[in-house]
């Protein structure tokens, strides 16, 4: 397996759990179960194609797994509350609340 299919799988994982971790603490914003980690997928996707051009490929160091893991997550999680949001406030538009 080359060494950036490695890493897009560890950050699109390590989102789709940042985005259920974030979805349990930003309730208002969830998607559910299911939306929160397909958030979170793309999210961490995303996430390690910037990190991949910003810094490099950054190789399969476990300090490298590890910041790549927590940046996945981060970016998973952001996602999430973006997606969360903008579906509030669509769906409070269209019901008047």
Do not use: H, P, W
């Not at 939306?35 to 950054?58: D, F, H, P």
């Amino acid at each position: 397996m080359s060494e950036g299919i490695a890493i897009l799988i560890i950050q699109a994982c390590a989102g789709g759990v940042g985005a259920n971790i974030a979805g349990e603490f930003l309730r208002k914003y969830t998607l559910g179960t299911v939306g929160n980690t397909i958030a979170g997928v793309v999210g961490g996707g995303a996430g390690a194609q910037l990190m991949s051009a910003l810094a490099g490929g950054g190789g399969l160091g476990i300090g490298s797994i590890v910041a790549q893991a927590a940046f996945g997550g981060v970016c998973g999680g952001v996602l999430m509350a973006i997606v969360g949001l903008v579906k509030r406030e669509t769906v409070g538009q269209r019901s008047g609340v």
